[in-house]
């Protein structure tokens, strides 16, 4: 079946985009994924300026769930744009360049700099705390917050799509997309990871994590991901993409959350899992199922979800 699709004017071959911050760091790994059959790719969060993340162990995992806590490291945006200019030399698959800041004012910054390197889309990540709020409150958990996000960056993005990453944390994640999608978000992407979890190790009586504390991603947020979509689809009549991102392992998962309405697939923690050639996998399998269950058009399945 043709698992292609046209998303705001950019041409995918096939749903599965690699997830941020798994394995995206320099042109020629992005390369690789798209070799590996990825429809697209995304970049770990680019922050203006150089950016520490957390010491090791950073990352625990077992079949059901990883948690991490990289600290979203970064070499800061002279060296995003040494790899993204590289990369949009050939340009094999579409690019997604995630952004991340701690106040709207460096949000618009790095968005300036990054939307002169001309990616396909720009994927903002506002699960991050906001300095200027009292109690460094994530954006993605205020409407307001995340609404004053995308105002800005729209206002400076020209005809790049703006998604924005949304967080399973927002008591209400419908209300914040609808607030993003009124101040000019083109998409979403849903889900960042949840918790934060922690893991003890019962002979130190430690936790494992150096930062004691890490994001769940894998197998165990997928029910997560799916009712997120689904309300972030609901809440926007599903008239923005969204790129549905947690806990996709198979063909079936992809399809899974397509139902609750993405139209692309992030692909994360099941990199690790499964592989590199988990893209080729995913669209494999979900041809596959498709074929016997008589779907003939892969777009039939985006937001079919029967309540
Ligand atoms: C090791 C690791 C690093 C991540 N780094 C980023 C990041 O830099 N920016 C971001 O927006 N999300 C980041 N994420 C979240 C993923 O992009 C994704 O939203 C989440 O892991 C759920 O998808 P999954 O279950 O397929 O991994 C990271 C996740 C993991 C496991």
Redesign the pocket.
């Known amino acids: 079946m043709n698992l292609s699709q046209t998303i705001l004017n950019v041409e995918f071959s096939n749903p599965t985009v690699l997830?941020?911050?798994?394995w995206g760091i320099t042109a020629s790994s992005w390369r690789r994924v798209a070799e590996n059959g990825a429809g697209g790719v995304?970049?770990?969060?680019l922050w203006l300026k150089a950016h520490k993340g957390h010491p090791n162990p950073?990352?625990i995992s077992n079949e059901h769930w990883?948690l991490?806590a990289?600290g979203?490291p970064?070499a800061g945006i002279e060296k995003a744009r040494e790899e993204i200019s590289d990369f949009m030399k050939d340009h094999p698959i579409p690019l997604i360049a995630?952004i991340?800041a701690g106040s709207v004012e460096d949000f618009v910054k790095t968005a300036e700099e990054v939307v002169k390197l001309n990616p396909d889309f720009l994927?903002v990540?506002i699960?991050c705390p906001n300095v200027e709020d009292e109690f460094g409150k994530p954006f993605a958990c205020s409407e307001l917050d995340a609404a004053r996000v995308t105002k800005e960056v729209k206002a400076v993005s020209g005809s790049i799509p703006i998604f924005i990453?949304l967080s399973p944390q927002a008591l209400n994640i419908g209300a914040v997309a609808s607030a993003c999608a009124e101040a000019g978000a083109d998409g979403f992407?849903a889900?960042?990871?949840v918790g934060p979890g922690m893991a003890i190790d019962l002979r130190s009586r430690k936790p494992i994590l150096a930062n004691k504390v890490g994001?769940l991603?894998?197998?165990g947020?997928?029910p997560i991901?799916v009712r997120c979509i689904a309300d972030v689809y609901r809440a926007t009549d599903g008239k923005l993409p969204i790129i549905g991102?947690?806990?996709?392992?198979s063909g079936e998962d992809a399809l899974e959350l397509m139902l609750a309405g993405a139209s692309l697939i992030?692909?994360?923690?099941?990199?690790?899992d499964r592989g590199e050639s988990i893209f080729k996998k995913v669209c494999d399998e979900m041809d596959a199922w498709c074929e016997a269950e008589g779907v003939k058009e892969i777009g039939e399945m985006i937001g079919a979800v029967e309540y």
């Open positions: 997830a941020s911050g798994i995304t970049t770990k969060s950073t990352v990883t991490n990289v979203l970064d995630n991340v994927e990540n699960s990453k992407t889900i960042n990871t994001g991603s894998g197998p947020l997928k991901s991102t947690g806990g996709v392992h992030g692909i994360g923690t099941a990199v690790s």
